[in-house]
């Protein structure tokens, strides 16, 4: 069975913290994407990466960086976390184009992050 | 840039009923894959189905069809004998066939289940 796990589901950060968001799966994908879930605007692409130490902005980077050091593992960094950075991040990955069937990204449990 | 639009932010539907979820969607390309995912009250986002735009037939998945309208670029989900297990957030995607793999959502549709 796929897995995707995300370090936290509930996270509660002060202003300007550096908060680091892990996921890692099992199924040896390629790709691996961080979204981020806000009421009325569904899911956004904050940064994805094809191949590890490779990474791609997405919609919204602003305020995030990323690091892939290892295949299975892809961490989300908020490098001064802001109020408006208070979202549900959602981890997700899946297999690389020239792969059958590779179209479907499996998704993480999402993290619910507070900052105050 | 592509876009997605699900214009109904809430439906209900009585158990057992059939229930049809909106999305369109705005691109130039010719060749795509459309999704639905759920995401229950719990979190985590499943893939429901998934539908190769260069394919007239509509997908189905026992109690789930689209109603895939590539000239409207409409893009539907029907829910046949809904069941409680059904309630949850949906979201309408889209993705390239080449290119970067990500994946265009939609603003999503809470999905409640009437006993």
């Known amino acids: 069975d796929v897995k995707v796990t995300q370090s936290s589901r509930y996270l509660v950060k002060r202003t300007g913290e550096k908060v680091f968001l892990e996921c890692v799966q099992d199924?040896?994908?390629?790709?691996m994407f961080w979204y981020r879930q806000d009421p009325g605007l569904g899911l956004r692409l904050i940064y994805f990466s094809y191949d590890v130490k490779m990474k791609e902005k997405g919609d919204i980077p602003e305020g995030y960086s990323v690091s892939r050091e290892k295949k299975e593992r892809f961490s989300l960094i908020l490098e001064s976390a802001s109020t408006n950075q208070t979202s549900m991040y959602l981890c997700?990955?899946?297999?690389?184009?020239?792969?059958?069937?590779?179209?479907?990204?499996?998704f993480g449990p999402g993290t619910r992050l507070l900052v105050l | 840039a592509q876009t997605v639009t699900q214009s109904q932010p809430e439906m209900s539907v009585q158990e057992a009923e059939t229930v049809t979820l909106s999305c369109t969607y705005d691109t130039s390309e010719s060749d795509y894959y459309l999704f639905w995912y759920k995401q229950p009250p719990s979190r985590q986002m499943i893939l429901v189905i998934r539908q190769e735009a260069y394919k007239q037939q509509n997908a189905t998945e026992n109690r789930f069809s689209v109603n895939f309208q590539k000239a409207a670029k409409s893009f539907s989900l029907k829910i046949s004998d809904s069941q409680l297990g059904d309630a949850a957030m949906y979201f309408c995607?889209?993705?390239?066939?080449?290119?970067?793999?990500?994946?265009?959502f939609g603003q999503g549709t809470r999905l409640t289940i009437n006993p």
């Open positions: 995607a889209y993705r390239e066939i080449q290119g970067a793999q990500k994946l265009v």
């Open positions: 199924m040896d994908h390629e790709n």
């Open positions: 997700a990955s899946s297999l690389p184009n020239f792969v059958q069937a590779q179209e479907t990204q499996y």
